[in-house]
């Protein structure tokens, strides 16, 4: 981190933490007016593995894990809303800290009673996918530290944050069922994490949006969420425009689907979580023709967690990811690059513990058993051949939030 | 209080203003829920919760609503976090909570039987 991005964080962190507890305690929603809400969240994480860098030092016990957010909303009349989330996030070497604008919305849903609703977004908006994904950058809506990597990869979490476009939604609700359905076309956000995750390194030139891209969700619920099934999708087509007069670098396009199932059981004490992620992936007319490929991401994980009191919560949670469902001990792709197989796999269990400590404040911890490396950023472990393949995360996050 | 049991039942209650006398259960859910957001005249809605682990809260979730507390926390987070809505104004305890429906126009909320004076209206369900 340069002395400009820690002086940055600083002002951000020092802002929060003035606001945060004087709100917390002072109310819930300062009424300044009726329609407007203010929330605000600000997290600390600590995070040690024996073996592979994840969010910066982490073989030496790494700080640079830490997010803080504050959004306002404005409600003038039921039929609209505006949004917007400002966003700083330090991830190792993944994201440096810098403000970004997470969304920026307006909303106008004309059609709504109570069993209906259909309405219009226009904006920055988070993309619908899979059960957490929408609010994956803000600790007490995770279930854990990390969320699981199979179908929520660090590494690729820019791809799959937000849109800047339009979306459609629609609410249908009969009895005990409810269906929810939201379409959205726009432009994804793009950097250099993705040339690490689809090129393999940071090369000289520009990934960015080829045409517009789509994602989409359908989630049904039964009683308020009690059963949860949803199945949400990304088409995404990027190109990379390599920099002029480097013979061994060309452009290239990189079309991404990233398909994921939902299924989720809450129960008085316990909630019983899955999802299933495909993720086909395609390179063309890159240089060198090597790079030409295609190939079917895979990822699926079964969760459990389980609230002993009021304040505790246990999870026990099982995440396996190939990077190729036709390969998944990663030896074609290893005989082809001439890396580790264990960069094209990952089978990870979890084990976590959460202690709402106020309303306000939480405290969790997270103990990871991994065999496989392909969660992990090449940008954050630059020499594969210097990486473990069985290794096991520790980690802490405090949380403060309104 | 907070630690034992409420002395008295859950009652839903309205400002006297909010022109609906008897709501049927889909209706209460989509409330507190956060998606239906106007009164039949027009008035918005404003929802005013106890916190999760408020004892009264509990027992108005699963009278009225039928669900959990920690659902009806992911439900707003989820729509608060990704911008597509607001959450319910939370209060410290019953007296704020009379108070705040009382003098606020479209305020839904709860109370014990007991505490339920002329300054709110208590709602039936059908």
Redesign the interface.
């Given at each position: 981190m340069t002395a400009y991005e820690q002086s940055k964080w600083n002002r951000l962190a020092a802002l929060l933490l003035a606001v945060v507890p004087g709100l917390a305690f002072a109310?819930?929603?300062p009424?300044w007016f009726?329609?407007m809400?203010l929330?605000a969240f600000l997290s600390q994480g600590y995070v040690h593995t024996t073996h592979n860098r994840f969010m910066g030092d982490s073989e030496e016990g790494s700080l640079d894990f830490r997010e803080a957010?504050v959004?306002l909303?404005l409600?003038p009349?039921?039929s609209w809303?505006f949004?917007?989330?400002l966003l700083s996030r330090k991830a190792g070497e993944m994201n440096d800290g810098s403000v970004n604008l997470d969304?920026?919305?307006v909303?106008f849903t004309p059609f709504?009673?109570?069993?209906w609703?259909i309405g219009v977004?226009g904006g920055r908006?988070?993309n619908?996918i899979g059960l957490y994904n929408?609010?994956r950058d803000?600790p007490?809506?995770r279930p854990s530290v990390f969320l699981p990597q199979s179908i929520y990869w660090e590494k690729l979490r820019d791809i799959m944050l937000s849109s800047d476009g339009g979306q459609f939604?629609g609410?249908f609700?009969h009895?005990?069922h409810s269906l929810l359905l939201q379409l959205g076309i726009g432009r994804f956000t793009t950097n250099e994490n993705l040339e690490w995750a689809y090129l393999g390194n940071d090369r000289p030139g520009e990934f960015e949006n080829d045409g517009l891209s789509r994602v989409g969700r359908l989630q049904y619920e039964f009683?308020?969420?009690?059963v949860r099934l949803a199945l949400s999708g990304i088409e995404a087509n990027f190109r990379f425009e390599a920099e002029p007069g480097l013979p061994t670098v060309g452009s290239g396009k990189t079309r991404i689907d990233y398909w994921v199932a939902s299924f989720q059981y809450?129960?008085?004490r316990w909630s019983l979580t899955a999802e299933y992620m495909r993720e086909p992936v395609e390179w063309q007319s890159y240089l060198p023709p090597a790079l030409n490929d295609s190939r079917e991401a895979e990822g699926y994980y079964l969760q459990g967690t389980w609230?002993i009191t009021?304040?505790l919560e246990v999870l026990l949670r099982y995440d396996a990811a190939y990077l190729d469902r036709h390969d998944r001990d990663g030896s074609r792709q290893s005989s082809l690059s001439g890396l580790p197989a264990h960069l094209y796999f990952s089978r990870i269990w979890s084990l976590g513990l959460t202690w709402h400590i106020t309303?306000h404040m939480m405290l969790r911890g997270q103990f990871d058993i991994a065999d496989g490396t392909a969660p992990l950023s090449g940008r954050e472990n630059p020499d594969p051949t210097a990486m473990e393949r069985h290794w096991k995360l520790f980690s802490l996050l405090f949380s403060l939030g309104f | 209080m907070l630690a034992g049991g409420p002395l008295y039942a859950v009652q839903l209650v309205v400002n006297p203003s909010v022109p609906d006398t008897k709501l049927?259960p889909?209706?209460v859910?989509?409330l507190f829920?956060m998606?239906?957001?106007?009164w039949s005249d027009?008035t918005?809605?404003?929802v005013y919760v106890l916190?999760?682990?408020n004892a009264l809260h509990r027992q108005f979730c699963k009278r009225y609503?039928?669900?959990?507390p920690?659902?009806?926390r992911?439900?707003w987070?989820?729509r608060?976090?990704?911008?597509?809505?607001?959450?319910p104004?939370?209060?410290?305890n019953v007296e704020e909570m009379r108070q705040r429906i009382a003098d606020?126009p479209g305020a839904i909320g709860y109370l014990p039987e007991d505490l339920i004076d002329d300054s709110v209206r208590a709602v039936e369900m059908e």
């Open positions: 109310g819930e929603n009424e009726e329609g809400q929330h957010g959004n909303s409600r009349t039921p809303l949004s917007a989330q969304y920026g919305l909303d709504s009673n109570e069993t609703r977004i908006f988070k619908p929408d609010t803000v007490f809506t939604h609410e609700f009895g005990r009683e308020e969420g009690r809450n129960a008085e609230r009021e304040a309303s | 049927s889909s209706t859910r989509a829920n998606r239906l957001l106007q027009g918005p809605v404003r916190p999760d682990d609503l039928g669900v959990f920690h659902q009806l992911y439900s987070n989820r608060v976090y990704s911008g597509i809505g607001q959450s104004h939370q209060v410290k606020t």
